[in-house]
């Protein structure tokens, strides 16, 4: 049986494989793979007691084919009396890995980047221009001696509305922006 879960953190992995083993108690195996953030940096594969690399390497092989990320897929494997071998067992864990995510909703979602603009009143027509052309989401703003927004937007567009900035900053309009951690 497989499994495919959305999962954006590591307490969340943990806490669908407890899920798992408690519901499946009795199964011999429980191999999984999983893999994190945008980048996708951060990842796992664990065979849970079969042959080395011969379950969790090739469902991970199954993540990243689909190219994939923020996801967990969990195998469970009763023994039946039959021993398949490494190779068997490899192809075991693709095919049921590959299973599972061909009939899974995947979800798209936005990798967004966060800005803190500082600027005096005479750039708002500017700036404004910018949150429009960019299509900046405003978290916050304020105005006091200056006006302030916290600012958010996909990161494939970063890049542009960072090089646009320093134009404005060099065409002498008073202005700073610095990103959000």
């Known amino acids: 049986m497989a499994f495919a879960f959305p999962v954006s ?8 494989l407890a899920v798992l083993r408690k519901k499946y108690f009795d199964a011999t195996h429980h191999c999984y793979a999983w893999v994190l953030g945008a980048d996708k940096s951060k990842y796992r594969a664990h065979d849970d007691g079969e042959p080395n690399h011969s379950a969790g390497d090739p469902i991970l092989g199954q993540i990243k084919a689909h ?17 398949l071998g490494v190779g068997g067992l490899v192809q075991a864990y693709k095919t049921a890995s590959a299973a599972v995510l061909a009939n899974t909703t995947i979800v798209e979602c936005e990798v967004t980047v966060s800005f803190n603009i500082r600027y005096a009143y005479p750039s708002t027509p500017e700036v404004m221009s910018l949150v429009k052309e960019f299509d900046l989401k405003i978290q916050h703003q304020h105005f006091a001696e200056d006006g302030f ?19 404005l900053k060099a065409l002498g309009h008073s202005l700073s922006f610095e990103e959000e951690n």
């Open 67 to 83: 190219n994939l990320t923020n996801v967990l897929v969990v195998v469970v494997r009763y023994f039946g009396g039959t021993k």
């Open 149 to 167: 927004m916290q600012v958010s937007l996909s990161l494939r567009k970063h890049d542009e509305l960072t090089k646009r900035l320093q134009l």
């Open 9 to 16: 953190s590591e307490p969340d992995i943990k806490m669908n």
